[in-house]
């Protein structure tokens, strides 16, 4: 069955430090990755997609098929950055997606 | 701006009364989803409709419906509510098949009582 598991529920961390939040994966096929964020009182909008390979406002993933991961990382946190994040799969030919119950990041000053 | 509405934001049912949550879209999106969030869980997938094809998830409760009945607008039925139904509630369209990313509406909040 396909999953995604994101195992921190809360991840804190000084303003300037590394940020790392866990996404792993379960799908057998090939996996569209994806990370959605939400801001306080906003809704959920797209952050990254791993096709694309991009950089959006600091923050990069990549996929890792060896150990079905798909990692959001940032260099240096910002106080804005606080807010949830969700990690989604996107299964083959579908128009299905699967979320992680998701990791509340908190920047602290 | 082209977006995602929901109607309305918070909606009170009582236990068994038949309640309908609206979604609308000006982006024209082929794609509309309805997904199940209840506190400190995942997303869940209930539905989506790719134009006017419908397709259920196969763990989605026959209490839920849903109806397309133009691009522009998707509904949510919940034929008898149960406390269990209290969640918020997520629309969210997809533009088309090589457009992978979602637009995701506010979200309503329901609650039975």
């Known amino acids: 069955a396909q999953r995604v598991t994101q195992p921190e529920k809360l991840l804190s961390v000084f303003k300037g430090a590394p940020v790392e939040l866990k996404c792993n994966y379960s799908y057998s096929g090939s996996p569209e990755l994806f990370w959605y964020v939400q801001y306080s009182r906003q809704r959920l909008q797209l952050l990254l997609r791993h096709i694309s390979r991009e950089s959006i406002k600091g923050f990069t993933a990549d996929l890792n098929k060896g150990e079905t991961s798909f990692h959001l990382k940032k260099p240096f946190a910002q106080e804005e950055d606080s807010a949830m994040y969700y990690c989604?799969?996107?299964?083959?030919?579908?128009?299905?997606?699967?979320f992680g119950t998701g990791t509340r990041l908190k920047v602290l000053a | 701006d082209a977006m995602v509405i929901q109607n309305p934001r918070y909606q009170v049912t009582q236990f068994g009364k038949p309640v309908t949550l609206s979604c609308s879209q000006t982006?024209?999106?082929?794609?509309m989803y309805w997904y199940q969030q209840k506190s400190s869980q995942a997303p869940k997938l209930l539905f989506h409709?790719?134009?006017?094809?419908?397709?259920n998830e196969a763990d989605t409760p026959d209490n839920f419906q849903s109806r397309r009945p133009n691009t522009s607008f998707c509904f949510l039925d919940i034929r008898s509510p149960g406390l269990g139904d209290a969640a918020m509630y997520l629309c969210a369209t997809r533009k088309d098949r090589a457009t992978p990313g979602q637009y995701f509406g506010p979200g309503t909040r329901l609650t039975v009582t």
């Open positions: 409709y790719y134009d006017k094809d419908f397709n």
């Open positions: 989604a799969l996107s299964t083959s030919g579908t128009y299905k997606y699967i």
């Open positions: 982006l024209n999106h082929n794609v």
